[in-house]
Structures are given as C-alpha cells and as structure tokens.
C-alpha cells in the first residue's frame, strides 16, 4: 500500500546547531503538508507544498518538495529550545483525497 | 474562526468498562472529521473519517467504533475497553477536497489509560 517514510526517527543536537527531516513517498503526490507536535500537544499544521520543486521558508525553517513531487525535507537553521518537538509528514492517499498519510516523525531533541 | 474541542482531556479506565469521547467543531460548516490514535512516543494511526452525518468509514478494525450525530459532532466509543486501547486520542477536522489545500486541524486530544 501507498507508504510515506520519512527519517530520522530522531535527532540530537546541540542548541544552534541545524536540523533536518526527510520524507519520501511510495506514490507521487499532489501535495505534501508539515506538522508539529510539541511534547504533550496536539499536531499543528506548518505549510502545504504544492509545485513540483516548490521550497518555501517560515522564519528558520525551509520546507522543500521535490521535482518529481515523491519527497520532501524539513530544514531548520539554528535550532532553538522552542522548536523540540516531533515534525511530521502527510500527503494526500491516493485513493482518497479525505485521508492523509502520514510519516512516522522525526523527533528533535536538544542536548542540555 | 474555527475551534475544535475535544473531552475529556484524560481519562482512566478499567479494562472491560465503556468509552465515549467526544469532539466538536464550531466556525465551520460540512468538515470532514478523523479520529486518531497515538501510542506514546509514536506516529498517527487513522481510526475513523466521517464526511458527513451518520457517514463513517472505519481503517482499522477493533473494538471501537464512531458515530456523527450532528454535521460539527463526532464520537468515538467502546463498549469494553482493552490494555490496548490506551493512548493519546485525537480529533481533526478538514475542509472538503476541491478547495486548495485541505490540511487537518487537531482538537488538544484525550489521553485515555486503560488499567
């Protein structure tokens, strides 16, 4: 069935150090969305990629989308306390455009 | 503007006693609404969509189930709660396809522990 992979499952750095997640579909897919999920919170919607080869920037974080529209990256310059937390990856199911699928989550941790 | 609200936000059961969870959606009209599962520490498992009332397709089969009596409302129960069903619980919902995006916004969820 139609998969999104996404790696690591988690990273280790050091406060100002950089950071960055990778997704990487079965299927093509018409969009890719971002979340994160603070420790003890509920997912929040970051950004939608749409365009093949689309990169979009929040700040510190750069989302990119690849050409052929099968994976994505999160980057995160500069880590900072705030931004721990667990990112994820969706795309639409290729069977249904109600359901997301969804990465396993890259969890950021930042080293006392 | 939209609010989603989800209760209670814990909840402890004993194994074998009945579950309702409840999730509702103010400022927005038609949703889609999904349940999701998370076990500690891991990823998002889908339960059940619903697009509309009384419309419910479930993903993954188990002892619960999901009802949507109003167009903003959706429940999540159980007869008889197993160890297994422990979990963070969450609520979403999303605009319908066709518009430009549909991302999915999520209630602050239950943490439901079963003993």
């Given amino acids: 069935g139609q998969q999104v992979m996404q790696i690591p499952q988690y990273q280790h750095v050091q406060e100002g150090e950089d950071f960055t997640t990778y997704c990487n579909s079965s299927t093509t897919l018409s969009n890719i969305q971002w979340y994160k999920q603070r420790p003890g919170g509920h997912p929040v919607f970051l950004i939608q990629l749409v365009k093949s080869g689309e990169v979009k920037k929040q700040k510190r974080l750069t989302f990119q989308f690849g050409g052929a529209k099968k994976n994505s990256s999160l980057h995160i310059t500069a880590t900072q306390t705030t931004d721990v937390g667990t990112y994820f990856c969706a795309g639409p199911g290729r069977d249904s455009n109600y359901q997301l699928i969804w990465g396993a989550g890259t969890k950021l941790i930042i080293k006392p | ?115």
Avoid at chain 2, 32 to 50: H, I, K
């Fill in chain 2, 1 to 115: 503007s939209q609010t989603i609200h989800q209760w209670p936000a814990t909840l402890v059961q004993p194994v074998g006693s009945p579950l309702s969870l409840e999730c509702t959606v103010e400022g927005t009209s038609n949703p889609n609404l999904y349940w999701y599962r998370q076990a500690a520490g891991r990823g998002l498992q889908l339960l059940f969509y619903s697009v509309g009332i009384g419309q419910i397709s479930s993903e993954v089969p188990q002892n619960l189930s999901a009802s949507r009596p109003q167009d903003r409302q959706f429940i999540l129960s159980s007869k008889k709660l197993l160890l297994s069903d422990s979990g963070f619980y969450l609520c979403a919902w999303s605009v319908l396809p066709g518009l430009p995006s549909y991302e999915q916004y999520f209630g602050p969820g239950t943490r439901l522990t079963v003993t």
